[in-house]
């Protein structure tokens, strides 16, 4: 690996002046699970690390009003474990547990793995069943980017050059929701994520709203499918029925799967369909 | 052999490398280092195919902190190429580039970043020719050849006249499989340092067969057989990935070169493009009556052996043995083609060509069963060899009786009440099972000394390498056991061509079978010499005299043996050394036959698929080892639970996926081998134990017969479930997934 | 461009004792330990923080020491398996791992005993499957697994079910 020169801010400002000032050649730092791995194989060149772990309360993990903030240095370790995570977000404290292996959760970050924006994540697909933000800081101050914005193309953000992310945002589910994440694979990262949240009033679906990840580019809502869902009869909603059969036959086809070693465009679109439909009825019951 | 009780031999006891092993102590050859030793890196081959146009080194030559740069351009005053049967490797590409991943120059630099900087900077023009990828292609031949020609070996047995008995057959029925290529990863990836001098060569490196990889490089550079010296220290897993000579011609033309001792430590992609088992296709067609017995057998396998031969024509040669199976037929035609391609030359993995036949014959076996509404077992038991036959005609007979211990397993393992359970729609389960036997390619050349020390302690010196077998714990076992002390007492030193007797390999499961009786007859001798010591020390016959936990007694008196031998030397000083050597004239008449043992395979198997998903899960796992007599059964155990682990490996993951010559998942986050995850509810090993081994106490080998089985009772035990017959490996669930559809469709 | 990069002064507290090193900012973890330290235990095997051969304990916790730069020890406690030997939750693992044949080659060994006694640490009582769960990111060619969960079992003073 060739060799290059950490830089240890402890501001985002500072951060962010000195990645304006090295431009391609400077990157930011987290865990480095993914970019040192990069850097390593050849294949990200980088002569100076800005490391973010340096910036002053970047690891926490706190609530603000009902919001979960977590820093952009919180491990993946740190939020499955961290008690307010694990009582008021539990679907997040699940997904977290089991994200990569112990070694990488100790490690590596949400930011980072939000940030590398590798097509096939975990918490990208989770996040959008969430009202989420990214809390961003560049040169002209702090803004904020739904989550559903963050990720462009594969290994590509919004992020403009010189901003840093310094914490994610995670509204509370809103009262009367339920959801469920499933994920699915052989290898060490999933083939697919879905993620479904079902707001049931009265026992009527009232909103819906269904995230698939790994799969397609970019982790992406399923619009189409989640309006079919609307007006359902949550009791009704389980793995048989065929109300939820036409969801995920919608999700399935709405899917825009690429091939690659994990499996073909054909599989991948079937799987859809499948975890669906699971995760639709685990959200329902 | 006496009535004796056994006192150490048959006891799980710990392994004596147990104490360095678990405090990380235990050194391996990269956690050496030799003053002034340099560090060296491989320029690899970018593309699969090409001639090589030229190679500029001289900015790499020019960068500070380089000692040396070797290319083809610098092999000389030495041979050039090397290989096991056949010297068709060049120790760096010359004139052609054959496989993604050949090296084609190495720099010794001052540490390795160094090295790896100058590899950066050498520039190689190629130009490029179409790659000979996958058997189709080879068999076309279409373009530039890989070799001299594409063939790499041709090989066949026969007898009767399998074509015309087909005619005469009730049934005749055939199938196909394809096995793909799969990569060891012996958690260690290949490792050498070389310390060349002009009268000298030393090398410590991680290879299973030091002494062959003495005679290669005593070849290669031109010296004496006692001007080379091989150690391996620990070895951090081989499984043939470490078999016959590797990187070390490498490694040590660079210390020629640089003039000091050279460190080459590969990265596991590297150890990925340096060998890989075999990918197959195999054709079997089988002639049967109505009631199931077997007449006649027609079989024909493809090796993918890659770009040069390394183990390729024994692998071959054993593929169409092994490819007919355990059964018993009138007429059998078997032949094997080895080819080459433009992809990782591909060797020895635990059973060459095991795992192959095993995967297509086994299948077939529960079609031809499926197809007659015969049981599998049943029609298993029909066909099996008899104790006594010859499996192969003119070999060694089989000695083990496969039909009692498959039927009694099958019993344990509840194969005729079986009732799949079922815990949702979609996940349905069934049984299936398989069973192989394979002449084990174990020559019986070995030779060992025990060294019994004026204490009363002993060394043993043999040339077997331990690779994780646990062969110095069997080996110390057996010592112990013949030289009557405690197993505290002996230690059995690391393989070092300078300091033991000569072994030919370790390898095809005959370490603790033949190494065992070279130490247990080295250890026979000693005794015999502290007897007739004894003897003269109580003035009595050496018949007389007991020897037990370290002391000779008769009639109540005892003498210890540190005390023994100061009598024999007449002072403090002396020992008495016992030998051995081992050849197939072994008084015992037992090594005389090829093979020298058959090694035995059984799996049974459940499996749980998600019929949605096509994902597989293996439930239950039942796999049978005969170690004849084990040594030690908890290490016999392990032996056979870590093969049928790999074997779920290649049954449900491991594939080598190559692109136009590109390997495309050359790592492991993409290459995927088996976890914790994947270990079943239930995992068993029945040892079977009827002394009719040729080794000491009537041990054989064991350690490879647990990989062949597992695919194909997987496979077995998915037909059972679905109704789907898969004809290629591995089980991904996307494969699994597309058979359902079919089977459901049709 | 390259070697002009600043050294970087590591003080850390390595299997309890007090160390000082200087590195280049892209060494990692595993390079201080076994270059620098001698401690030859952490074995590089995938390099990719997939099969755990140079797991070492960070404060308590299992890290990827083939990834991880060795910067980030500063101000931290790394144990390594030749620490562990000296505790006694390491002697009872080495115990168990040798008396349930828990392993063979060797080389995955290390970093199977410091993760098992991290887990041991915060769950000093697991099941079976708790222990496979907690280990699933280690791998061993040569075992099989089984005998290893056997083993933790063992030295956590359960037996296998
Ligand atoms: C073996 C393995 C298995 C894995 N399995 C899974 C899995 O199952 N599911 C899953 O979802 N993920 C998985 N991952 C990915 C894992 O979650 C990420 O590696 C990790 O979270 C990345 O975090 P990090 O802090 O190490 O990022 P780093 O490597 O430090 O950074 C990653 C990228 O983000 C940028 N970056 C970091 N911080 C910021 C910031 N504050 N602002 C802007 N940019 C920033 C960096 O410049 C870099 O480009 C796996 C990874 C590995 C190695």
């Known amino acids: 690996m060739r060799p290059f020169t950490l830089h240890e801010p402890t501001s985002a400002a500072e951060a962010s002046a000195l990645l304006l000032e090295r431009g391609e050649a400077a990157r930011l730092y987290a865990g480095g699970t993914e970019l040192l791995l990069a850097m390593k194989g050849g294949f990200l060149p980088c002569d100076h690390l800005v490391n973010v772990k340096t910036i002053p309360g970047m690891d926490a993990v706190a609530l603000d009003g009902g919001a979960l903030v977590i820093g952009a240095a919180a491990t993946h370790t740190a939020i499955e474990s961290a008690p307010i995570v694990r009582e008021r977000f539990p679907l997040v404290a699940q997904v977290e547990r089991r994200v990569a292996n112990a070694r990488v959760r100790n490690v590596g970050t949400l930011a980072g793995n939000l940030c590398f924006a590798e097509p096939h994540s975990d918490p990208a697909a989770l996040l959008l069943l969430y009202d989420a933000e990214a809390v961003v800081e560049g040169a002209s101050g702090e803004r904020r980017i739904s989550i559903a914005d963050l990720q462009i193309a594969p290994y590509e953000t919004a992020l403009e050059p010189g901003e840093v992310m310094t914490a994610v945002r995670i509204s509370p589910l809103p009262g009367g929701a339920r959801a469920a994440y499933l994920k699915f694979g052989i290898h060490h990262r999933p083939t697919i994520g879905v993620g479904a949240m079902l707001r049931v009033a009265e026992g009527v679906v009232v909103e819906a709203r269904l995230s698939l990840g790994s799969v397609p580019p970019v982790a992406r809502r399923l619009p ?6 609307l007006g359902e009869r949550a009791e009704h909603l389980n793995a048989e029925s065929s109300a939820v059969a036409e969801v995920a036959d919608a999700a399935a086809a709405q899917a825009d799967a690429v091939d690659d070693l994990h499996g073909s465009t054909e599989y991948k679109r079937h799987l859809v369909g499948v975890f669906v439909r699971r995760a639709i009825a685990q959200a329902a019951a | 052999m006496s009535a004796r009780a056994f006192s150490t031999v048959g006891q799980a006891v710990p392994r004596v490398d147990a104490e360095e092993k678990t405090s990380g102590r235990a050194k391996y050859t990269t956690d050496l280092a030799l003053p002034g030793m340099a560090y060296a890196k491989l320029a690899l081959s970018p593309l699969p195919h090409a001639r090589i146009v030229s190679i500029d080194a001289s900015r790499a030559r020019a960068l500070p902190g380089v000692y040396a740069v070797l290319t083809a351009a610098e092999l000389t005053g030495m041979e050039t190429h090397y290989g096991s049967d056949r010297k068709d490797r060049p120790i760096v590409a010359m004139g052609k580039v054959r496989f993604e991943g050949e090296p084609i120059a190495a720099v010794a630099a001052v540490d390795l970043a160094k090295a790896e900087e100058a590899v950066e900077l050498i520039e190689a023009e190629y130009e490029e020719l179409p790659p000979v990828i996958g058997l189709e292609a080879a068999l076309a031949g279409e373009s530039e050849p890989v070799q001299e020609t594409n063939v790499c070996h041709r090989y066949e047995v026969a007898w009767g006249d399998a074509a015309g008995a087909m005619a005469a057959c009730d049934h005749v029925f055939e199938d196909t499989f394809t096995f793909p290529m799969v990569y060891h990863y012996a958690m260690e990836p290949h490792a050498v340092i070389a310390d060349y001098q002009a009268d000298r060569l030393s090398v410590w490196s991680s290879a299973q067969h030091p002494f062959l990889v003495r005679a290669e490089l005593a070849r290669v550079f031109r010296k004496r057989l006692d001007q080379v010296r091989v150690v391996v220290p620990y070895v951090g897993g081989g499984y043939g990935s470490k078999s016959y000579t590797k990187i070390e011609p490498l490694a040590a033309a660079l210390s020629r070169l640089a003039g000091r001792p050279v460190r080459l430590a590969l990265s596991v992609e590297e150890a990925m493009k340096t060998v890989r088992r075999h990918a197959t296709r195999a054709t079997i067609r089988t002639g049967v009556q109505a009631d199931g017995t077997f007449v006649a057998r027609e079989c024909r396998v493809e090796l993918d052996t890659g770009a040069y031969t390394d183990n390729g024509v024994r692998v071959t040669e054993r593929a169409a043995d092994r490819l007919p199976g355990p059964y018993r037929f009138e007429h059998l035609r078997s032949e094997a083609v080895g080819l080459f391609t433009n992809t990782t030359p591909a060797g020895s993995f635990r059973s060459i060509g095991g795992p192959q036949g095993a995967w297509a014959c ?18 298993r038991l029909k066909n099996l060899v008899r104790p006594g036959e010859e499996l192969l005609r003119g070999r060694r007979r089989l000695e083990a009786d496969l039909a009692a211990p498959l039927a009694e397993v099958a019993r344990g393992f509840g194969w005729h009440d079986y009732e799949p359970v079922s815990t949702a729609p979609h996940l349905k389960r069934g049984v299936g099972m398989a069973c192989a036997v394979a002449n084990a390619g174990a020559s019986p050349i070995s030779g060992a000394f025990v060294r019994l020390h004026a204490d009363g302690s002993a060394t043993v010196h043999v040339g077997t390498t331990e690779i994780g077998q646990g062969s110095r714990s069997a080996l110390a076992q057996i010592a112990a056991e013949e030289l009557r002390l405690p197993l505290s007492s002996v230690r059995v030193i690391a393989s070092d061509t300078d300091a033991v007797p000569y072994d030919r390999s370790t390898g095809a499961s005959r370490s603790t079978t033949l190494a065992g009786l070279a130490v247990h007859d080295a250890a026979a001798d000693a005794r015999a010499q502290m007897e007739d010591a004894a003897a003269r020390y109580f003035e009595t016959f050496a018949e007389q005299v007991a020897l037990a936990e370290g002391s000779a007694s008769f009639e109540g008196e005892s003498i210890s043996y540190g005390a023994l031998i100061g009598q024999v030397f007449g002072g403090a000083g002396g020992e008495i050394v016992g030998r051995s050597a081992i050849t197939p004239d072994h008084p015992s008449g037992k090594l005389a036959e090829d093979p020298v043992f058959w090694e035995v395979s059984m799996g049974f198997a459940e499996v749980e698929v998600d019929t949605e998903t096509g994902r597989v899960r293996v439930l239950r796992y039942t796999s049978v080892a005969d170690p004849g007599k084990a040594i030690n059964p908890a290490q016999v155990e392990g032996q056979d639970e870590g093969a049928a682990m790999q074997g779920v490996g290649h049954t449900l993951f491991e594939e080598m996926r190559y692109e136009e010559g590109q390997l495309m998942n050359p790592n492991l986050i993409d290459y995927r081998v088996p976890t914790f995850g994947d270990l079943p509810d239930e995992f068993h090993t029945v040892l079977l134990e009827r002394g009719d ?29 679905t109704g789907a017959r898969i004809r290629d490996l591995p089980l991904t669930p996307e494969r699994v997934w597309r058979a359902l559809r079919e089977t459901n469709d049709a | 461009m390259s070697s002009a990069t600043p050294r970087i002064r590591v003080a850390c507290e390595v299997n ?80 168990a791992f040798a008396q349930h044949a828990a392993f063979q080659c060797g080389f995955c060994t290390p970093g199977l005993l410091l993760t098992a006694k991290a887990l041991l640490d915060s769950a000093p009582a697991p099941t079976a499957e708790q222990v496979s769960e907690c280990l699933e990111g280690n791998l061993c060619r040569c075992t099989g697994y089984k005998k290893i969960v056997e083993a933790v079992l063992a030295a956590a003073g359960r037996s296998a079910v």
């Not at chain 2, 041990?699 to 998915?718: D, H, Q, R, S």
């Not at chain 3, 099969?51 to 304990?57: D, E, I, K, Q």
């Open chain 1, 224 to 229: 189409e499918a989640e309006a079919l869902l």
């Open chain 2, 362 to 379: 086994e299948s077939h076996t529960d079609n031809i069963a499926h197809a007659l509404g015969i049981d599998p077992l049943e029609l």
């Open chain 2, 693 to 721: 081994g040729p080794g000491p106490y009537g041990a054989k080998g064991v350690g490879e017969g647990g990989i062949v089985a597992v695919a194909p009772a997987v496979a077995n035990a998915l037909f059972n479930a």
């Open chain 3, 16 to 95: 309890g004792r007090p160390v000082e090193a200087k590195v280049e900012p892209r060494a990692f973890l595993i390079d201080l330990l076994r270059d620098e330290f001698g401690l030859t235990s952490v074995k590089r095997s995938c390099d990719v923080q997939v099969c755990g051969a140079c797991a070492v304990l960070l404060d308590g916790r299992p890290v990827s020491s083939c990834t991880l730069p060795a910067f980030e020890a500063r101000g931290h406690s790394v144990l390594t398996a030749e620490g562990l030997a000296d505790e006694p939750l390491g002697e009872a693992l080495a115990r």
